[in-house]
């Protein structure tokens, strides 16, 4: 009774941090909007109301409001080119730049536009790591040259806003730049475990204080070269893909590599071996993130399809908040991939299943990882049989 009443507790700890996490970004753009607010007030009083059109006032403020979010997608932007340059100045190579869901990527020497968005991700810079000489590289600068460009970025808005400010509304649209400039420096920068995923600063933090972390992130960083270049987890290195300790996946860095581990498992169709490590990680303390661990539940429902197929244990699998996170990654190759196999195999429903090989067909086309796509259309036939 005492052990299940520890349990208990765990759990509902587990249950509060997890929506404290998932508040942190809520409360970041709500500071933002409250800031636009702020700046389209003071612009408005510095408007003689009485003598401007109601158009006009209209017009002025809905200006502002755009210009709020035009900030915020700019300051992405150079958030990310932040994490290019850095990078690039410490030796890696260019293999990806996202922002928001559009993505240039580089396939066989060339760079190619993609569609691409992934839950918890505003934009993503991945790059090719430079050797390792004597276990070490550079990541310090690559993992914070975002947050360091966004307040560079900041202070020369602020200084144009000061320089601007005989042009009203311009001063106040600088420094709307300039304050989501430093926000998103902080929320980038400063330490923390979100609820989707780490950020910059943590990784950093992290990476500092372990040495297979380290070695974990370049190996994170050359599988996706790898799969860039059109290569498939089953072709790759063995040595990439061993698990690590107990101890060691309570490092979210160290995690990754376990979930990639159970990827390549999928890949080589070894369901029932995939299943149960997914099943024995997903119970352990570790410091696998939000968003991986819904994908290994998405993956642990494909291989009940395919194996035992009992609805019981589907059920349980499929509660709210994972239906909510396969709805909110509904484009997602696995998710669909998943949710043709559940049409074909538990509702048995013929229709379903068509709109969703047809979906993901629609998908395929920009998706920008063709090796990725041939394996999930080989799990799909899979279920056809």
């Given at each position: 009774?005492?052990?299940?009443?520890?349990?208990?507790?765990?759990?509902?700890?587990?249950?509060?941090?997890?929506?404290?996490?998932?508040?942190?970004?809520?409360?970041?753009?709500?500071?933002?909007?409250?800031?636009?607010?702020?700046?389209?007030?003071?612009?408005?009083?510095?408007?003689?109301?009485?003598?401007?059109?109601?158009?006009?006032?209209?017009?002025?403020?809905?200006?502002?409001?755009?210009?709020?979010?035009?900030?915020?997608?700019?300051?992405?932007?150079?958030?990310?080119?932040?994490?290019?340059?850095?990078?690039?100045?410490?030796?890696?190579?260019?293999?990806?730049?996202?922002?928001?869901?559009?993505?240039?990527?580089?396939?066989?020497?060339?760079?190619?536009?993609?569609?691409?968005?992934?839950?918890?991700?505003?934009?993503?810079?991945?790059?090719?790591?430079?050797?390792?000489?004597?276990?070490?590289?550079?990541?310090?600068?690559?993992?914070?040259?975002?947050?360091?460009?966004?307040?560079?970025?900041?202070?020369?808005?602020?200084?144009?806003?000061?320089?601007?400010?005989?042009?009203?509304?311009?001063?106040?649209?600088?420094?709307?730049?300039?304050?989501?400039?430093?926000?998103?420096?902080?929320?980038?920068?400063?330490?923390?475990?979100?609820?989707?995923?780490?950020?910059?600063?943590?990784?950093?933090?992290?990476?500092?204080?372990?040495?297979?972390?380290?070695?974990?992130?370049?190996?994170?960083?050359?599988?996706?070269?790898?799969?860039?270049?059109?290569?498939?987890?089953?072709?790759?290195?063995?040595?990439?893909?061993?698990?690590?300790?107990?101890?060691?996946?309570?490092?979210?860095?160290?995690?990754?590599?376990?979930?990639?581990?159970?990827?390549?498992?999928?890949?080589?169709?070894?369901?029932?071996?995939?299943?149960?490590?997914?099943?024995?990680?997903?119970?352990?303390?570790?410091?696998?993130?939000?968003?991986?661990?819904?994908?290994?539940?998405?993956?642990?429902?494909?291989?009940?399809?395919?194996?035992?197929?009992?609805?019981?244990?589907?059920?349980?699998?499929?509660?709210?908040?994972?239906?909510?996170?396969?709805?909110?990654?509904?484009?997602?190759?696995?998710?669909?991939?998943?949710?043709?196999?559940?049409?074909?195999?538990?509702?048995?429903?013929?229709?379903?299943?068509?709109?969703?090989?047809?979906?993901f067909d629609k998908m395929a086309k920009k998706y920008p990882y063709p090796s990725e796509i041939v394996a999930e259309r080989e799990l799909m036939s899979l279920a056809d049989k």
């Amino acid at each position: 009774m005492f052990i299940r009443k520890v349990i208990m507790m765990s759990d509902t700890k587990n249950k509060t941090i997890g929506k404290i996490k998932q508040f942190i970004p809520i409360l970041f753009f709500m500071m933002i909007g409250a800031m636009g607010g702020v700046f389209i007030a003071k612009y408005m009083r510095t408007m003689k109301l009485a003598e401007e059109s109601t158009d006009k006032i209209l017009f002025s403020a809905a200006l502002l409001l755009v210009g709020m979010y035009i900030a915020i997608f700019l300051q992405i932007i150079i958030h990310e080119a932040g994490h290019l340059l850095f990078g690039l100045m410490n030796g890696y190579g260019f293999s990806s730049f996202r922002v928001g869901s559009f993505m240039w990527v580089k396939e066989g020497g060339r760079i190619k536009f993609r569609r691409f968005s992934l839950v918890g991700t505003g934009g993503q810079c991945l790059l090719i790591p430079p050797k390792m000489k004597d276990g070490k590289y550079p990541y310090v600068l690559y993992n914070l040259g975002g947050s360091i460009i966004n307040m560079v970025s900041a202070l020369l808005f602020a200084g144009l806003a000061l320089l601007g400010r005989n042009i009203n509304i311009l001063s106040q649209m600088l420094m709307m730049l300039a304050v989501v400039g430093v926000a998103y420096a902080l929320i980038n920068a400063i330490p923390l475990q979100l609820e989707a995923v780490n950020n910059d600063g943590y990784n950093a933090f992290s990476l500092g204080k372990n040495q297979e972390a380290l070695r974990s992130f370049w190996i994170q960083l050359k599988i996706n070269e790898q799969i860039a270049s059109g290569v498939r987890l089953k072709d790759m290195p063995d040595e990439w893909f061993e698990i690590p300790s107990e101890e060691s996946m309570k490092n979210s860095m160290t995690a990754v590599i376990g979930v990639f581990a159970c990827n390549r498992l999928m890949d080589q169709m070894k369901f029932e071996e995939a299943e149960q490590i997914m099943e024995k990680l997903l119970q352990m303390d570790t410091g696998i993130v939000g968003i991986h661990r819904n994908l290994m539940v998405v993956d642990r429902i494909y291989c009940e399809l395919v194996r035992e197929n009992r609805q019981d244990r589907l059920n349980n699998m499929l509660d709210k908040q994972q239906k909510k996170f396969m709805k909110a990654m509904k484009n997602f190759p696995s998710v669909v991939r998943t949710e043709y196999a559940y049409a074909l195999l538990a509702e048995k429903d013929q229709t379903i299943a068509v709109q969703m090989k047809e979906k993901f067909d629609k998908m395929a086309k920009k998706y920008p990882y063709p090796s990725e796509i041939v394996a999930e259309r080989e799990l799909m036939s899979l279920a056809d049989k």
